[in-house]
């Protein structure tokens, strides 16, 4: 199986014409609560695609936790190892996205923020039997660099995604435990100062990454596509040409992907060529775990 040790966030989602003005009060256009959160969304579209999923984190004991672990359920993710805390709130985004499309997000990390590495012991039943672990930065900083050294001791494979970049960077052991790191071009210019804009400058930010510890790295350049990177070898894809409507969960649908192919055995070339149409699927579709396609429709792009 695949381990996902992360967040589990329930998202207030508004639609408005015009984004409220201080001391406004405005009619929304429409309104949703989802589940979201990368640790949720990323496990949700692994499930998607078939493959045995566990996610490990902390909801608090509230309605929203039932909410999210009710969604996690029916697609299918394994959470034994999502544990409920009486003294914190389940993780709550609230987001509101304009008619330009631009959107403005406040974020109450709540539980999934209200663990350290003493922690780390509790979420470590996940990783028996785990093929791969698949980390994000949405929890405790310390915490995410205890479960890697937790996975690297056993030998488990460990995909970073450094989203978000926390202000003091990443924690210099945390490259060292990991053996592919996945950044956006944010990501990437937070934690490198060089802007990947194409496939030369995004080699260049892999090469200062790689110098850190990872053996593989992953520059996610959104409608661009996506350039990789190993000691071996060096590649990019070109985006799928799909009808993007929301980019939100790209990137998690990515890593789902990335994570998916390569734990059944697929070489790094079609391992991120089946990542990128994952990440394609999800901005046909609005939502965030809501967005991750299927592996019949992956196939689909895959063959056309
Ligand atoms: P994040 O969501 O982390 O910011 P990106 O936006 O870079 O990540 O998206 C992740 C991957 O999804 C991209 O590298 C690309 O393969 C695919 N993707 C994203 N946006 C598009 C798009 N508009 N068209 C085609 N593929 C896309």
Not at 2 to 16: E, K, M
Not at 220 to 226: N, P
Not at 278 to 283: D, E, K, S, V, W
Request: aromatic share 4%; charged share 15%; proline share 5%.
């Amino acid at each position: 199986a695949i381990a996902v040790i992360g967040s589990t966030n329930i998202d207030f989602v508004v639609h408005v014409a015009r984004f409220a003005r201080p001391g406004e009060t405005l009619h929304v256009h429409s309104s949703s609560t989802e589940l979201g959160g990368k640790g949720a969304n990323q496990a949700i579209a692994v499930a998607r695609l078939g493959q045995n999923v566990a996610l490990a984190g902390w909801t608090g004991q509230d309605m929203l936790a039932e909410m999210a672990r009710a969604t996690l359920a029916e697609a299918g993710v394994n959470t034994r190892g999502l544990m409920a805390d009486a003294t914190a709130g389940t993780g709550r985004a609230f987001i509101t996205i304009n008619h330009a499309g631009q959107n403005q997000i406040l974020v109450d990390g709540g539980a999934n923020m209200a663990h350290g590495d003493q922690c780390a012991a509790i979420l470590a039943p996940v990783l028996d039997n785990a093929a791969m672990l698949m980390l994000q930065m949405e929890m405790d900083p310390h915490l995410v660099l205890a479960m890697a050294r937790a996975a690297h001791e056993r030998g488990i494979p460990v995909m970073l995604d450094p989203a978000p970049v926390p202000d003091t960077g990443l924690p210099a052991a945390l490259y060292a435990m990991a053996s592919i790191i996945t950044p956006n071009e944010i990501e990437t210019q937070a934690l490198t100062g060089l802007t990947p804009t194409d496939e030369a400058t995004a080699l260049a930010a892999a090469r200062i990454l790689h110098a850190r510890g990872p053996h593989t790295v992953i520059i996610k350049l959104g409608h661009r596509g996506v350039v990789w990177s190993t000691p071996a070898a060096q590649g990019f894809v070109p985006p799928f040409r799909v009808k993007a409507i929301d980019t939100v969960a790209a990137g998690d649908c990515f890593n789902a992907g990335l994570a998916t192919a390569l734990t059944r055995g697929a070489d790094m070339p079609e391992a991120v060529r089946f990542a990128a149409a994952c990440g394609a699927l999800a901005t046909t579709r609005a939502g965030a775990a809501e967005a991750a396609p299927t592996a019949d429709e992956v196939a689909t792009l895959l063959d056309a």
